[in-house]
T-cell receptor
Framework: GAGVSQSPSNKVTEKGKDVELRCDPISGHTALYWYRQSLGQGLEFLIYFQGNSAPDKSGLPSDRFSAERTGGSVSTLTIQRTQQEDSAVYLC????????????FGAGTRLSVL | GDSVTQMEGPVTLSEEAFLTINCTYTATGYPSLFWYVQYPGEGLQLLLKATKADDKGSNKGFEATYRKETTSFHLEKGSVQVSDSAVYFCALSRPGANSKLTFGKGITLSVRP
């Protein structure tokens, strides 16, 4: 696609429910990143994919958070048993060597946990 | 670990005023440095970057110089416009395949006519 696409753009859920956030990177971009933007913590790295593997998961805040990437393309970030502190904007970015590793960001998913 | 510190905001300026947004970093080695901008209702986009000491990144009238001796990457613009109103983030990444970004907290700039 023309840019990084994320869905849904907004998600409201109840505490304790599971949510899935989707990221569709720019076609041909092998690297994919998830970040979280929250009022208290600013912009934080969550996880990095190269192809379908995730060599760096160091930013995932707890084992309730997981992510996968299939076909070297779409990625899904899953948050299990959501808590109110999970409320944030979740951003996805993709890049490739051809773009000198400059990251292109999606518009984000705003998650609100009630 | 790596960190980026930005000056506290928000900043409000009149159109055509001079802008400086301070950014300093802590990192070993030679990171790449970036300024990202987030316009209202839009996603983050790269404004400019520099990959080695003394490099100057520039775009849309904005400039920033990579200063290794002061570990700084201050953003400047000689004459701001209302359309520059946005949130500005300073960030760094390490060279290599995993170029995850470490961001500063961001600063909101409002430019009034």
């Amino acid at each position: 696609g023309a840019g990084v696409s994320q869905s849904p753009s907004n998600k409201v859920t109840e505490k304790g429910k599971d949510v899935e956030l989707r990221c569709d990177p720019i076609s041909g971009h092998t690297a994919l990143y998830w970040y979280r933007q929250s009022l208290g913590q600013g912009l934080e790295f969550l996880i990095y994919f190269q192809g379908n593997s995730a060599p760096d998961k160091s930013g995932l805040p707890s084992d309730r958070f997981s992510a996968e990437r299939t076909g070297g393309s779409v990625s899904t970030l899953t948050i299990q048993r959501t808590q109110q502190e999970d409320s944030a904007v979740y951003l996805c970015a993709s890049s490739s060597i051809n773009t000198k590793n400059i990251q292109y960001f999606g518009a984000g998913t705003r998650l609100s946990v009630l | 670990g790596d960190s980026v510190t930005q000056m506290e905001g928000p900043v409000t300026l009149s159109e055509e005023a001079f802008l400086t947004i301070n950014c300093t970093y802590t990192a070993t080695g030679y990171p790449s440095l970036f300024w990202y901008v987030q316009y209202p209702g839009e996603g983050l986009q790269l404004l400019l970057k520099a990959t080695k000491a003394d490099d100057k990144g520039s775009n849309k009238g904005f400039e920033a110089t990579y200063r290794k001796e002061t570990t700084s990457f201050h953003l400047e613009k000689g004459s701001v416009q209302v359309s520059d109103s946005a949130v500005y983030f300073c960030a760094l990444s390490r060279p290599g395949a995993n170029s995850k970004l470490t961001f500063g907290k961001g600063i909101t700039l409002s430019v009034r006519p």
